[in-house]
């Protein structure tokens, strides 16, 4: 059974930093592209950043361009988002996301998600 | 404001059928595949639909999908309470380089 299990979110002041992780299990890791999408309370999703199966493609939303991470260690089948001069509009609960086999961008797998709260 | 349009919500009574749209444009639906998700309350999203019309293993028929130009369309018959979620509709935005969703629809069982 694929499995995402992320962890790593909490309460960060604005100008903060949190790193967020992502275990993945169920699956050859190595074999797939992750990606982080967002929501915020009480609102819509929102793609946060995608990653290659290899790590060497790396493409992130603009609204967090420059301040967010993404990178992934196949030894530990883990993913992972930095995140850098948190701001209130990055209150989220933050989700990895498998990417499907298909070709086309949609997601097949999420984790329950990890809740990042900004505030001072 | 969300780049793909989906009503805020829609209502229909057990057991009879509702469908979503979902709006967009030719950089996003008119040129990309569209997919699908269903949110319970308090869940992480679940893939519906995915392709315009394919579904997951494990996905009831009670679910498809289609596209039609720069629109796409989720429909759910034999409705039941336990479809009661939100909705969203997904795609890539070949302007945007970017995955997009639309803002959600909130679908209530009478």
């Known amino acids: 059974e694929v499995q995402l299990v992320e962890s790593g979110g909490g309460l960060a002041q604005p100008g903060g930093s949190l790193r967020l992780s992502c275990a993945a299990s169920g699956f050859t890791f190595s074999n797939y592209e992750m990606n982080w999408v967002r929501q915020a309370p009480g609102k819509g999703l929102e793609w946060v950043s995608y990653i290659s199966s290899s790590g060497t493609s790396i493409y992130y939303a603009d609204s967090v361009k420059g301040r967010f991470t993404v990178s992934r260690d196949k030894a530990k089948n883990s993913l992972y988002l930095q995140v850098n001069s948190l701001r209130a509009e990055d209150t989220a609960v933050y989700f990895c996301a498998r990417l499907g086999v298909s070709g086309s961008y949609y997601f097949d797998s999420w984790g329950q998600g990890t809740l990042v709260t900004v505030s001072s | 404001q969300s780049v793909l349009t989906q009503p805020p919500s829609v209502s229909a009574a057990p057991g009879q059928k509702v469908t979503i749209s979902c709006s967009g444009s030719?950089?996003?639906?008119?040129?990309?595949?569209v997919s699908w998700y269903q949110q319970l309350p308090g869940t992480a999203p679940k893939l519906l639909v995915y392709d315009n019309s394919r579904r997951p293993s494990g996905i009831p028929d009670r679910f498809s999908g289609s596209k039609s130009g720069t629109s796409a369309t989720l429909g759910i018959t034999g409705l039941q309470t336990g479809d009661e979620a939100d909705y969203y509709c997904g795609t890539w935005d070949s302007s945007l380089s970017a995955v997009i969703f639309g803002g959600g629809t909130k679908l209530t069982v009478l």
């Open positions: 030719s950089s996003n639906i008119g040129s990309n595949y």
